[in-house]
């Protein structure tokens, strides 16, 4: 009874409670969208820790062979002396191995040369990752462009829901043109719905790239079908000769020509030495000793590594040319696409959308006075949509290869079409 009582007790309190009021979503641009993932994503924060793990092998490389003090004893429990322990002798040195053939001064620039190789590998992962924030960025551009294409096509089915039921009501026209107004209005509607669950679902995706698990922010756009002019393709092309990925093969060429360095060294086998002085207890004599050693056969074991680094380098060049022609191809056809879009976004824009905009309206007059069937306005209203969605898709398409063109030659991935600033 009492819980009864408290339940009813906190139903009447609720509506006097006060509410709690769902602050407004952040606005979040492009930039503040990368600089984000820069602070955040492990991808980019490996990227220091890589830096100092290279710094930390650099100076280890550069490190000669340590010295080994030694210490020997001999005779310590020798039984040819009555007193056990008179013939005990005792060697105590100093030894180290002395490198030739300049092994030092080859493993520094080999550890040098994997240092520098580093940087176009953070280049390439900072534009890849950039890319990605900008492609995600641009789903929920779209989303929002989709949704407003819904809404434009919800606003025109209920003026033909209104005109058929006035119509009907007036016994110009069958339920069943009513009937399939409404469903019109109600597939827009879904278009609508989905654009709003597409937009939701691309913020999450966004926002996923800094580790947040919930949507506070919205983007601030600008209009994706606003696709600027691009440069020539040989110029464009030019500045693939600056890519970092040709870069980074660069990078790995020199670290093969250091290897190779590294590899001739080894013709000249290191020589080992030891000084030391050794006592002898029985006679109370101590006597210098000394030695050396240098391997025999240091060339012919070098040699198969040697020709291994040759090769590896010989691979370098024809690697580069490889990767080149790709590249080329994968922009050539980057290019294509963003030219192609933005004919198609420019021509929508001038010669069809307007003119089917102008049709749907003398479409409307004339059904509302009787001179055409209801199938033929509803026609005309899928078509205008149907190629405004056209129009997107294009210029979404054009986006998309502006952001891979942007990340082939390694230029700022700022699309001023998906770019917006803050108020």
Request: glycine share 6%.
């Amino acid at each position: 009874m009492w819980k009864c009582l408290a339940a009813l007790a906190a139903l009447a309190m609720a509506p006097c409670a006060p509410a709690q009021v769902t602050p407004p979503p952040v606005p979040l641009t492009l930039d503040a969208a990368i600089e984000r993932v820069a602070h955040t994503h492990p991808d980019l924060r490996l990227l220091p820790l890589q830096q100092d793990a290279a710094q930390a092998r650099r100076d280890a490389a550069g490190l000669a062979p340590p010295l080994v003090f030694g210490a020997d004893v001999e005779n310590a429990l020798g039984t040819g002396d009555s007193r056990g322990v008179r013939s005990l002798e005792t060697t105590v040195s100093l030894a180290g191995v002395l490198e030739r053939g300049g092994k030092l001064d080859a493993r520094r620039a080999v550890a040098q040369a994997n240092l520098d190789a580093l940087a176009p590998q953070r280049e390439i992962t900072r534009l890849d990752m950039m890319a990605e924030v900008a492609r995600r960025y641009l789903a929920i551009t779209a989303a929002a462009a989709r949704e407003r294409i819904a809404r434009d096509d919800i606003e025109q089915r209920r003026r033909a829901v209104d005109a058929a039921q006035r119509r009907l009501t007036a016994g110009a026209s069958p339920a069943s043109t009513l009937m399939t107004a409404q469903a019109s209005l109600a597939q827009a509607e879904l278009d609508r719905d989905r654009a709003l669950q597409e937009a939701q679902a691309a913020r999450l995706s966004l926002a996923a790239l800094w580790n947040e698990r919930s949507v506070a922010f919205d983007v601030v756009s600008g209009d994706p079908l606003q696709l600027p002019a691009l440069q020539d393709f040989a110029q464009l092309a030019d500045l693939l000769e600056r890519t970092p990925e040709l870069a980074v093969i660069a990078g790995e060429q020199r670290v093969r020509e250091a290897q190779l360095q590294l590899a001739s060294t080894q013709l000249r086998g290191d020589m080992s030495w030891q000084l030391g002085v050794r006592h002898d207890r029985a006679s109370r004599d101590a006597s210098l000793v000394g030695g050396f050693s240098i391997p025999l056969g240091a060339a012919r074991r070098a040699e198969p590594e040697i020709r291994a680094a040759r090769s590896e380098l010989a691979m370098s060049a024809l690697e580069r040319q490889g990767r080149a022609l790709q590249l080329h191809a994968t922009l050539a056809e980057a290019h294509g696409r963003y030219g192609t879009a933005r004919l198609e976004v420019t021509r929508m824009d001038s010669d069809v959308v307007p003119q089917l905009r102008r049709a749907e309206k003398a479409a409307e007059t004339a059904w509302r006075a009787g001179a055409i069937s209801y199938l033929e306005w509803s026609q005309l209203q899928a078509m205008r949509i149907e190629a405004r969605q056209r129009q997107l898709d294009a210029a979404l398409a054009g986006q998309a290869a502006l952001i891979e063109i942007q990340r082939l030659t390694g230029q700022p991935l700022v699309a001023p079409a998906i770019q917006g600033t803050a108020p």
